[in-house]
C-alpha cells in the first residue's frame, strides 16, 4: 500500500509539474486559433470590399472617358465657332470691299474736281 501511495503522490507531483505547461499549451493553441480567425475575418472582409474596389475602378474609368468626350465636343464646339467667325468675317469683308471701292473712286474723283477747280 505504502508503495502505490508512493506511486500515486509522484503521480499526482508530475501532474502537478506537468498542468502549467499544459495550460501553457493551451494558452498558445487558442492564441493561433484566434490568429487564424482574425486572418479568416480579414480574409472575408477584402473579399466583400473586392469587388466595390473593382466597382469604384470601373466608375473612376468611366468618368475619364465622360470628361474626354466632353473635353473633345467642346473643342470641336470651339473650332466651330471660330470657322463661322472667320467665314463671317471674311462675308463682311466682301460685302464692305465695293462699298470701299466706290468710297476711294468717289475720293479720288473729288479730289480731280477740285484739282481741276484749282488749275481754272
Do not use: F, N, R, S
Not at 11 to 36: K, R, T, Y
Not at 80 to 101: D, F
Not at 105 to 119: L, N, P, R, S, W
Amino acid at each position: 500500500e505504502e508503495a502505490v501511495q508512493v506511486e500515486a503522490v509522484a503521480e499526482e507531483d508530475a501532474a502537478e509539474e506537468d498542468a502549467p505547461v499544459e495550460v501553457e499549451a493551451i494558452a498558445e493553441e487558442e492564441v493561433a486559433v484566434e490568429e487564424e480567425e482574425a486572418v479568416a475575418e480579414e480574409e472575408e472582409v477584402a473579399q466583400e470590399e473586392a469587388p466595390m474596389d473593382v466597382e469604384a475602378l470601373a466608375q473612376d474609368e468611366v468618368a475619364e472617358e465622360e470628361e474626354a468626350v466632353q473635353v473633345e465636343a467642346v473643342a470641336e464646339e470651339e473650332e466651330a465657332v471660330q470657322v463661322e467667325a472667320v467665314a463671317e468675317e471674311e462675308v463682311v469683308a466682301e460685302e464692305e470691299a465695293p462699298v470701299e471701292v466706290e468710297a476711294v473712286a468717289k475720293d479720288e474723283e473729288v479730289a480731280e474736281k477740285e484739282e481741276a477747280v484749282q488749275v481754272e
